[in-house]
């Protein structure tokens, strides 16, 4: 296999801002290839957009961030990476898709000349070939009447072409990798479906590697050849999507599979809820993360924490933090 | 878009004849009886009862209110604004000479506002919490606080006085107008320096910031291209506001500098109850103000996208 | 409202405003308005801390006597102006219609002009023989008044307007309370909570006010000590005695920069500022001996 568009490795990420510091990420590793999506679950607030981004140095103003750990894109190391030459590996290197087209696009200007700008500045384009390219990546997001909606500012735009049009200005520099911060959460539920095929046809012509931070199971099914499962920013679980979806391991990730209506046949009934609210995250306790709501927890999850150990899988390793399941379902898999 | 112009347009039409039948009101009819005043001073004290009701006739100071305000709307429009109290000269050939004295004013601080807020608001912004931003921080806002006529003082005190550089009274070249156009520019640069300052910051904490980090700008490039056109509306806004309120600057640097302004006549006519003159300059400041004010709705109506779109609708 | 980034310390000079214009009468060495001529234009003694003026009046006394002219003229101002902006402000947003429309152009018209316009309008108007019988302070506190109220009754309005739409305003009224108990008990708290909020902050353009009309010979007449007459007064002898327009310059702008400083509070408080310097250090090393804590019970991890 070749080597990952983007790894990260033991990636420690600190928050802090005037009312709150928070360790957000805490020892997280993880690799995208080329040609691959993966997704990244968890509740808000779990650090999975802290994770992706945070390395990116992409974080609101205001906060600070400290990072420690590595995370490998195109040879560098972006934490080590001084700000002004992070930013150039940003658009030509990573395309990202925000949650809210509405806020993420600026209202004061048109969404062609900034497709246009960044095939230039990054594709190297002339502005005649920069503005076909624009316009031709408009009408490939699916957007109708392209050379129109080139003049058009946001406002003008329905949300879900808004978001078409998010995504065709993530993919106007050609970057490797095309981050995807909850796309269709703020979108209609027809238009979700539209958008996640968009980014399933992407990939497909493309061959370019998607990271789906999601806590919409459904998306991972349609989309994600492999999974994380982000807890309170730590891995709960990872492996190949239908490793983590039909067999899960981690009692938090049964608990959120269990919680989404219809998903598994045993659960048809009706869907549970897990129990109790996400940990504190401004104190960082010894032990596993889960521990206090967790239906198995035993008094040694609250001192030692657990470790990511290999269950199964065939190709992608099916990985979970959960001793005691592990133990008591005879799940080791040491080869 | 050009219906919403036209409705703000009749409104400021409105406004001022609205405003200026309250002060004619004021003006010339709550201090007293104006004929005995010029009497007075055309006859001394001994100005009898008779002369008085002379006057009064001849000015038709005895018909109602409301007759002698459509008299006067009307004599104005043709450009009459009536013979000042105090130099007994016809008040537009007042105009006709301070006016030009006061547009140069506003407009010479008009301009150095505007360079010396986005200069200070943007460096301000690029340095954002450091140190150079609490000091441009602290120049703004002494700069909104100090008195402008304390502000003429010590640039008085400076430049003329200390360093003998530049003339500080009266009108000598162009470098008389150096001094009174800082004075005047001082206070609205600093408010504006704040507005771009604090608006930038809200803009650079909005989602379409980190898109235009995303997208591979830097900072620079983020707070230039994505920041500022946003607040461009605020700008403009606060722009026409201190703009207008740039006239009372004037008022102090024509008495302090000696220059012979609207700013200089209006207080000389307040002083010397010239009830005419006063009527005047306020008929002159409300038209002013008011289309000022359209102005700046028109301007912010062109800026903005989102009412720009109403006029395809 | 949240005062945590208030600069405190910069508030001084508002307060020693305050108490130097409550005390002027305990705090002054000489009678302000006595002139003596045989102390003409000193510099700083034993006798006149500060120094004294062109007739031999004591600076000091001035700038003390100044701070208690305007600190009191600043008062009636704000107070008088406030009752008749939240009345006229809350009678035009409660009871709607014609009333509205015309308190709503008669707002209109008085912010058609900047109010120290106003001010120096009415101050013309008031030299007319029929105002004969107030005295120049006076004068100049109606015509402040008259030019200040436009403001906060636009500000009343918006917020009793507002306020009127919330559902709470409907299910009292549906539990039959009258209109002076909703109105008393809902809309005033609200009302003045912001405007009170807003003239405190307003304070600093008030006491500017007031020295630029003494400065143009139409607010505060001599012998009266008033900083922007004692400066106005100083501009002859600019060139010798720099400290007569230095002193009370400075007195007058420390003054007003606090107050503005107060306002400036209110209005960044919605602007996101990040952690710094030793506040952040501080977390820093809070979260870093957490690690250490955890590490030693979860053994080598």
Not at chain 2, 61 to 82: E, Q
Not at chain 2, 184 to 192: E, Q
Not at chain 3, 70 to 92: K, P, T
Request: glycine share 10%; with cysteine.
């Amino acid at each position: 296999m070749s080597e990952p568009v983007y790894a990260v490795e033991d990636l420690v990420i600190d928050l802090y801002t005037p009312s709150v510091s928070v360790r957000a990420v805490d020892r997280v590793s993880f690799a995208i290839n080329a040609g691959e999506t993966l997704a990244v679950v968890g509740e808000s607030g779990s650090g999975k957009t802290v994770m992706t981004l945070g390395p990116l140095g992409l974080m609101p103003e205001g906060v600070t961030i400290d990072l420690r750990g590595s995370a490998r894109a195109a040879g560098k190391d972006l934490v080590k990476m001084s700000p002004k030459k992070l930013s150039s590996l940003r658009g030509g290197q990573f395309g990202v898709i925000f949650q809210d087209p509405m806020s993420a696009l600026n209202p004061m200007l048109k969404i062609g000349p900034q497709l246009a700008e960044q095939a230039r500045r990054f594709a190297g384009l002339s502005p005649a070939a920069a503005r076909a390219a624009a316009v031709s990546l408009l009408a490939r997001t699916g957007i109708p009447d392209p050379e129109d909606r080139y003049d058009r500012y946001p406002h003008e735009l329905s949300g879900g072409m808004l978001q078409r049009a998010m995504i065709a200005l993530a993919l106007a520099a050609r970057p490797r990798v095309l981050i995807a911060d909850e796309p269709t959460t703020a979108l209609d539920a027809t238009v979700q479906a539209q958008i996640l095929a968009l980014l399933r046809q992407i990939q497909n012509e493309d061959g370019i590697a998607v990271a789906l931070i999601t806590h919409d199971i459904g998306a991972v099914s349609v989309l994600a050849d492999r999974v994380i499962v982000l807890y309170a920013g730590r891995i709960a679980e990872e492996g190949s999507a239908i490793d983590v979806l039909t067999s899960p391991v981690h009692p938090y990730t049964r608990g959120l599979l269990a919680s989404v209506p219809d998903f598994r046949s045993d659960t048809a009934s009706g869907t549970r809820e897990i129990p109790g609210l996400p940990p504190d995250q401004t104190r960082v306790l010894p032990g596993c993360r889960f521990a206090d709501r967790c239906p198995q927890a035993e008094a040694s999850c609250r001192t030692k924490r657990p470790v990511l150990t290999c269950v199964g899988g065939n190709e992608v390793p099916h990985r979970a933090a959960c001793p005691i399941v592990i133990r008591d379902e005879g799940l080791a898999d040491n080869d | 878009m050009r219906r919403m112009f036209l409705r703000r347009a009749g409104l400021a039409l409105l406004l001022m004849l609205a405003a200026t039948a309250l002060t004619f009101a004021l003006v010339t009819a709550a201090p007293g009886n104006v004929a005995a005043l010029i009497a007075e001073r055309a006859a001394g004290p001994g100005a009898d009862g008779e002369m008085i009701a002379r006057i009064a006739d001849e000015l038709g100071l005895n018909d109602p209110l409301p007759v002698r305000y459509v008299r006067w709307l009307g004599d104005t429009f043709t450009g009459d604004f009536g013979v000042s109290l105090r130099t007994g000269k016809p008040i537009s050939e007042e105009f006709a000479e301070r006016i030009p004295v006061t547009a140069t004013l506003l407009a010479g601080g008009g301009m150095l506002a505007l360079f010396y807020s986005l200069g200070l608001g943007l460096w301000g912004a690029t340095s954002n919490g450091r140190f150079a931003d609490r000091i441009l921080h602290g120049i703004a806002l002494i700069g909104a606080s100090t008195p402008n006529f304390f502000v003429a003082a010590l640039l008085v005190i400076v430049f003329a006085v200390g360093l003998g550089w530049i003339p500080s009274f009266g009108l000598y070249g162009w470098t008389s107008w150096i001094l009174p156009c800082v004075t005047i520019a001082l206070f609205p640069g600093s408010v504006l320096a704040r507005v771009v300052r604090v608006n930038l910051q809200e803009a650079m904490a909005r989602p379409f910031a980190t898109t235009g980090f995303a997208k591979g700008m830097n900072r620079g490039e983020v707070l230039v291209r994505e920041a500022l056109p946003n607040i461009a509306i605020p700008y403009i806004t606060t722009f026409g506001a201190q703009f207008t309120l740039m006239i009372i600057g004037a008022i102090v640097v024509e008495r302090l500098f000696g220059l012979n302004g609207i700013g200089a006549f209006f207080i000389e006519a307040i002083r010397f109850r010239d009830f005419v003159g006063m009527q005047a300059v306020l008929t002159l400041f409300v038209v002013f103000f008011v289309s000022v004010n359209l102005f700046v709705d028109l301007v912010a109506m062109l800026v903005d996208p989102r009412l720009r779109r109403a006029r395809r609708a | 409202m949240r005062f945590a980034r208030l600069p405190w310390l910069v508030l001084t000079p508002a307060l020693i405003f305050v108490f130097v214009g409550v005390f002027a009468p305990l705090l002054m060495t000489h009678d302000p308005a006595v002139q003596d001529y045989t102390a003409i234009l000193q510099g700083p003694s034993t006798a006149h801390w500060l120094g004294t003026d062109y007739l031999g009046r004591d600076l000091w006394s001035r700038i003390v006597g100044g701070a208690r002219t305007s600190l009191v003229a600043m008062a009636f101002v704000l107070v008088a102006a406030l009752v008749i902006g939240v009345v006229i402000g809350s009678v035009a947003g409660y009871v709607g219609g014609l009333v509205e429309t015309v308190l709503i152009s008669l707002i209109d018209i008085a912010l058609a002009l900047p109010s120290l316009v106003i001010a120096l309008a009415l101050m013309g108007v008031f030299s007319g023989e029929n105002f004969d019988w107030l005295s120049d302070y006076w004068k100049m506190v109606l015509a402040l008044t008259l030019a200040w109220w436009a403001n906060y009754a636009r500000m009343s309005r918006a917020v009793v307007v507002a306020e009127l739409q919330q559902p709470y305003i409907e299910a009292a009224r549906v539990m039959g309370a009258s209109h002076l108990w909703i109105f008393t008990r809902h809309i005033l708290p609200h009302v003045l909570g912001l405007v009170v909020v807003y003239a405190s902050a307003d304070a600093g353009a008030l006491v500017l006010a007031i020295a630029t009309l003494s400065f143009l010979g139409l607010g505060v007449a001599p012998p009266t000590p008033e900083w922007g007459q004692m400066l106005v007064d100083g501009m002859s002898y600019i060139e010798e005695y720099p400290n007569l327009v230095i002193i009370p310059g400075l007195a007058l702008t420390a003054v007003v920069v606090s107050f503005n400083l107060l306002g400036e509070a209110f209005a960044l408080q919605k602007v996101p500022r990040a952690l710094r310097g030793r506040l952040l250090g501080r977390k820093r090393a809070e979260r870093k001996a957490e690690d250490q804590a955890r590490v030693s019970v979860e053994g080598q991890a």
